[in-house]
């Protein structure tokens, strides 16, 4: 009777569904539990801010690494095109193996016979509530000597279509040894473009369809090199050097319907771009016991390096070869960067009390050649963070307060920026009973804007269009609340939460007139507010209280408002979903995977999320994983965005990747272990700037 009522309860669910998820185009201290002792009976436990999962012999047995593990929790879900874990319900996850900031790589070196427990944070610690939404820590066994070593490479049979890896970790003693390569790549020739802008200008009414086919793809290498050297109940140090290497490219063709008024010609285009840059980065960690109950911890993250953008476009009348317009962008930005932090923790008989303070500098340097001529400019950004945190328990209640103070200081040419914050969070939980808990987290914080939204540059989109930055943006304060159910057993995994997101100076994307260029921009501002609020359900339902049938889903009814510097009001609805289907016996493993898109808002657009149809086959057989599927089965990747009518150009485009359509993959990968790494609980982790491309 029971197993009747969870399935029908999971079925009525299934009818309202959200996920965020990087499409194939071209983007702790753990604070101290009362109750930390976790059954082998009690797979999940639920904590104020966290859910803790271990796992029975038969998951163990059956996994390769400890990235098959994650993909179980209901929470995460695998991205097969990344072959990433990412989590349900959106946003940026932070991956840690015991404490330490961790790869893709560095989770599948863990053998899962070494994996204790794994911490699935949604409410992330004051130090991560900065840079994630999500936090992942897997906790391990760990011994003194070991090595552990794999590489894997999955192929489309039909397209440019390459994920590969290798990695190898070495512990002697106290000091353990890490390597690992990675490598995606992506060369499509065959992606098509729909795009329309249609506007009115100086009393004329505009009209541009265009249609392009592009060659596009890009190439992102990761090498990574690690020393650790642990002296348990003493200190931690690692040094780790870290290089990221990535180009892009996209060529053009096309052809465009552009009218003016009744007048309507036949133009001819071609639009090529393209950047790559060498990320060299070393990061410093040092941990060090001060008694029984103190622990200072620091963390150094430094980079250099050059970002190199080319854009060049050009449109011209098919029969008389006049030229529309004619567009060349090249930017050299040299950029570095410096992440430090300093920490403190101390126990008490009541809990635990974390502070610290964070610093994170970026420098760019920009040498430009676009519309507007050649310039030089540098931009600097400073971001200051001091936080602290109390974490207890009492009876049935969990409770974690902190306060934080926050600096945003930009500073650019044309303006600077700064502005002190009051970060306050708080987190409330109730254990009704063994598997259902009640929480609420509140919390205020400053997010400031992207480089690419700060920046003085200029290019050329269509007749009449040019897309530019606002270096004069205030950073945006997010004010974000939510209320949470959770409930689990043997069958059923079910999380119900309310939540409500108000964002006071929202960044907002938008159309404006530019009289420089007699014409439109496509340029930010800092909107008055924008509002996003609903309900998201996700659970996972085992039919038979095992891994034989899994069927994941994510429902995410939700309503969303901006309201535009000059009061405009924009509003829109959508039904976010994600459903997974899975089914593992013995050596093998089965997946399918589906969503529909929805619309949600983008400033001022609406941008629909991929499309996924896919489904993907595993057989294990010893130390070798032959894997196989079908991504986009009968159907292209595609992408829509639309402009809201506010807009002052009506603007349209429609992107599918037909390389993608029933795109066949196969894939091979050989894992091998042997002991036990040596892993530390590191409790600083941090990351320099990301490239400025635009």
């Known amino acids: 009777m029971k197993k009747t009522i969870y399935t029908i309860l999971f079925l009525c669910s299934a009818f309202m569904f959200s996920q965020e998820k990087k499409n194939d185009t071209v983007d702790a201290v753990v604070p101290k539990e009362i109750q930390e002792v976790i059954l082998k009976s009690q797979r999940k436990k639920q904590f104020a801010d966290k859910a803790v999962y271990t796992f029975d012999k038969e998951a163990l047995d059956r996994a390769r690494y400890a990235k098959d593990l994650l993909s179980t929790l209901p929470e995460l879900q695998l991205n097969p095109v990344e072959n990433t874990i990412t989590s349900t319900k959106g946003g940026t996850t932070l991956f840690l193996i015991n404490g330490i900031e961790a790869t893709d790589m560095q989770i599948r070196s863990v053998a899962p016979t070494e994996v204790v427990k794994v911490e699935y944070y949604d409410i992330p610690p004051a130090r991560w509530a900065t840079r994630a939404d999500t936090v992942v820590n897997i906790l391990t066994k760990s011994t003194e000597t070991g090595y552990v070593f794999g590489a894997d490479v999955s192929t489309a049979l039909n397209t440019g279509f390459v994920n590969g890896s290798a990695y190898a970790n070495y512990t002697k003693g106290k000091n353990n040894f890490g390597l690992e390569y990675s490598l995606n790549v992506r060369d499509y020739d065959d992606r098509r473009?729909?795009?329309?802008?249609?506007?009115?200008?100086?009393?004329?009414?505009?009209?541009?369809?265009?249609?392009?086919?592009?060659?596009?793809?890009?190439?992102?290498?990761?090498?990574?090199?690690?020393?650790?050297?642990?002296?348990?109940?003493?200190?931690?140090?690692?040094?780790?050097?870290?290089?990221?290497?990535?180009?892009?490219?996209?060529?053009?063709?096309?052809?465009?319907?552009?009218?003016?008024?009744?007048?309507?010609?036949e133009h001819s285009m071609f639009k090529n771009n393209g950047s790559d840059y060498v990320i060299p980065k070393l990061d410093l960690y040092y941990s060090k016991k001060m008694g029984e109950k103190d622990e200072l911890s620091i963390n150094i993250v430094g980079s250099h390096y050059t970002t190199n953008t080319t854009e060049t476009a050009k449109e011209w009348i098919v029969g008389s070869g006049l030229s529309v317009y004619d567009n060349?962008?090249?930017?050299?930005?040299?950029?570095?960067?410096?992440?430090?932090?300093?920490?403190?923790?101390?126990?008490?008989?009541?809990?635990?009390?974390?502070?610290?303070?964070?610093?994170?500098?970026?420098?760019?340097?920009?040498?430009?050649?676009?519309?507007?001529?050649?310039?030089?400019?540098?931009?600097?950004?400073?971001?200051?963070?001091?936080?602290?945190?109390?974490?207890?328990?009492?009876?049935?209640?969990?409770?974690?307060?902190?306060?934080?103070?926050?600096?945003?200081?930009?500073?650019?040419?044309?303006?600077?920026?700064?502005?002190?914050?009051?970060?306050?969070?708080?987190?409330?939980?109730?254990?009704?009973?063994?598997?259902?808990?009640?929480?609420?987290?509140?919390?205020?914080?400053?997010?400031?804007?992207?480089?690419?939204?700060?920046?003085?540059?200029?290019?050329?989109?269509?007749?009449?269009?040019?897309?530019?930055?606002?270096?004069?943006?205030?950073?945006?304060?997010?004010?974000?609340?939510n209320l949470n159910y959770s409930f689990n057993n043997k069958y059923f995994d079910f999380n119900a939460g309310l939540f409500y997101r108000y964002t006071n100076r929202v960044i907002n994307q938008y159309y404006v007139q530019d009289e420089m260029l007699n014409g439109y921009a496509l340029t930010y501002e800092n909107g008055k507010n924008a509002q996003r609020y609903g309900v998201q359900l996700t659970g996972s339902y085992k039919p038979f209280g095992n891994s034989l049938l899994v069927i994941k889903a994510v429902i995410t009814p939700t309503s969303e408002t901006v309201r535009t510097s000059k009061g405009a009001l924009i509003k829109n609805n959508y039904l976010g979903n994600y459903f997974s289907l899975s089914s593992e016996y013995k050596s093998f493993s089965v997946q399918y995977q589906f969503n529909i898109p929805v619309y949600s808002l983008s400033g001022a657009f609406l941008n629909t999320n991929e499309n996924q149809n896919n489904i993907f086959l595993s057989y294990k057989r010893k130390n070798w994983t032959f894997s196989t599927g079908m991504y986009w089965i009968g159907m292209p990747s595609e992408y829509k965005t639309k402009s809201l009518p506010e807009s002052l150009v009506d603007y349209k485009v429609h992107t599918q990747i037909m390389n993608n359509k029933s795109m066949f993959v196969v894939g091979l990968s050989y894992d091998f272990s042997k002991g036990k790494k040596t892993e530390i609980q590191r409790k600083l982790n941090n990351e320099t700037a990301p490239a400025a491309t635009f």
């Open 193 to 265: 473009v729909n795009s329309i802008y249609d506007y009115q200008l100086n009393g004329k009414h505009y009209r541009s369809d265009e249609n392009r086919k592009d060659h596009f793809g890009y190439t992102f290498q990761n090498v990574a090199l690690r020393y650790t050297r642990l002296a348990p109940d003493d200190y931690a140090f690692q040094a780790k050097l870290n290089m990221d290497i990535f180009s892009r490219f996209s060529k053009g063709v096309g052809q465009s319907a552009f009218t003016e008024d009744n007048l309507k010609e």
């Open 328 to 481: 060349d962008m090249v930017l050299k930005a040299k950029q570095t960067s410096l992440v430090g932090e300093l920490a403190h923790v101390h126990d008490f008989t009541a809990g635990k009390l974390s502070s610290g303070y964070r610093i994170s500098r970026s420098s760019i340097s920009n040498d430009l050649n676009n519309l507007s001529g050649s310039s030089q400019y540098s931009v600097n950004y400073l971001e200051q963070y001091f936080y602290t945190e109390f974490s207890g328990k009492v009876n049935k209640f969990s409770y974690r307060i902190g306060a934080g103070l926050t600096n945003i200081h930009n500073k650019s040419a044309e303006n600077t920026f700064d502005e002190w914050t009051f970060t306050p969070k708080v987190i409330l939980a109730y254990q009704i009973k063994g598997n259902q808990n009640l929480r609420f987290t509140s919390s205020y914080n400053p997010v400031s804007p992207w480089s690419n939204a700060l920046s003085s540059n200029v290019v050329q989109l269509a007749p009449n269009i040019v897309q530019r930055g606002n270096p004069f943006l205030k950073s945006q304060q997010v004010f974000s609340n």
